[in-house]
């Protein structure tokens, strides 16, 4: 079976973004694409009517987006999925079989809340495999892959998948490590060896990328890669954990995804 992106569509402005962006990785590394609309279950329909008329609209859905990415991609094998159940839980349960799953999201610079509801924010955190997080993005020019690390081997993974879409894209690399606006003065050195061992590691194994790094003294990590990532093409981040809400909340995951700047990738423990 041919691996594939899976792109959660829920019908929103924002979901054609998601539609197009998945389309555009799926094409660039020959993967299917496979476009998913997940209708709630019954008891979220006051009446009988409204779900066979949710349903109706996803099949509609479904249809024109699949034809309109055919025909913007000849070339790509896009499939389409209607399912019910609750939306994060289900689409979550797909992820094993993806080799991406994408997935909008309502929030953006500037929202309040903790949004510990949100579906794109549930999926990132219990997926098993990396999620793409595609916001509603402002008109303007973006520069840049943005990668936060810390000297951890989650981000060494996220550090190489930036470095990789970096050299694909003909993008410059801006690796990211924050050490708080309070750095014990032990740190500071520290802090430098983190960059410069990830600089090391991205020549090595990616020659031809044009590397920038930014340390952050003033933030924490979370602040941080929000700021370095508001112009980005592309931001990606490690995932601490395996599935499961309880480990991300209050994390860096959860800040950044809770303020998406840019599309947004999250990857998986190494």
Known sequence: MK???????DG????RNVADWAAAHADAFGLALNLVHVVPPDWAFPARSERKLAIERAEDLLGSESGRIAQAYPG???S???LSGEPAETLAGLSSEADMLVAGTDRGPGTEGQGYGSVSFQIAVTSNCPVAVVPEMASGVRKGV?????????SLVALDLAASEAQRMDEDLVIVHASGPDPRPSSVSG????????????KERHPGVSVRERLDTSRGPGEALVAAARDARLLVMGCRGRGGLRVLLGSVAQHVLLNVQCPTILTRPS
């Open 76 to 78: 790509l094998e896009v």
């Open 80 to 82: 389409s999925t209607q």
């Open 146 to 154: 943005v990668v936060g690390v810390d000297g951890s081997s989650d």
């Open 3 to 9: 691996k594939q992106i899976v792109a959660a569509l």
């Open 12 to 15: 929103s402005k924002a979901g």
């Open 191 to 202: 802090d430098s060896d983190v960059l410069a061992d990830a600089v090391r590691n991205v």
